[in-house]
């Protein structure tokens, strides 16, 4: 059982609760991006377990009557324990959900992960002509050749800041210099790509330079936000018109993901505090 301060970010333990969590945001007009709760499993029977709920979550999704895809992280599914493996687990996962037309995101962890992760999503995105997406950071160096090169591969790109403490000869370490990237990265995208742009942002600055981008060149796009963040926000974006997908965490590993969400904004905290203190 998740407590109720913490129902604000994940959806529960279960599947059931994932997919519930999935069919009021329907209602709200928001579509589902569901995360099974894990990752860094150095043991391969937990990273072959996760792969088979993933798959077993496909074909849920794919019975019941919710507009759902999945979001999966490499370390949660073998990249820590070798690339081979990783690149076995989700091209067992993208095979089940091609089958059943479920599209599969790739999250991207620490920039140590980027080429092995980028190598197995280029050539299954290849493999079946898109239904797969892949997520690059603005605050890596290296991103806007990495965005060149998936340039005619098909699939999705969700543009994110980067959440993971990357060393300087890698990253940009400044906040300005971070946003600055993001809005060179999105022109980029917005140029190149005929379409599968993701903004994985809950940055109102951000959202408006993509609707501007859109206005200019036409291409589509959408709008990435993690449940419980700027909710208000995701539903008036889909009241616009706007295709919006709300990243949705369940799982029996909860804890960690909702400490880093309260860890990192001070409304959060507070928000935590006050349910704990009942004011
Ligand atoms: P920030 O730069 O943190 O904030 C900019 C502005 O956005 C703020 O001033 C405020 O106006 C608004 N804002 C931000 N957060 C809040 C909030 N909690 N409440 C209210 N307003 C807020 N990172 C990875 O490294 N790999 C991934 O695979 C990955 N996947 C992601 C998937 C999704 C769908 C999303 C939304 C994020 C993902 N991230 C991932 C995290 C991302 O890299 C950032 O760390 C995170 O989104 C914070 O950056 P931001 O652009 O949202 O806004």
Redesign the pocket.
Known sequence: MIPPIANNFVAGTSVAAALDRAATNNKNGVNT?LNLLGEHHGDPEKATEDTEAYCALVEDISESDVNACI?V?PSQIGQEISADQFETNLSRIVETADSHDVFVWV???DSETTDVTLDAYERLAREHNGGVGI?L?A?LKRTRNDLERLSDVPGKV?L?????DEPESVAFKN?SR??EA?RTLLEDAFEQRDGGI?V???????IEYAKTLHQEYGTPYEI???M???EDAQQNLAAEGVDV???VPYGSRWIQYFYR?VR??K??ALFALRAVVGV
């Open positions: 991006i979001s992280k999250d991207m962890e997520c950071q605050n969700r994110v800041k980067g959440a993971y906040k971070v946003d993001y993701a994985g942002s809950h940055d109102p600055e951000m990435q936000m993690l419980g963040v700027r997908y709300q990243y969400r990192e904004r409304e959060n």
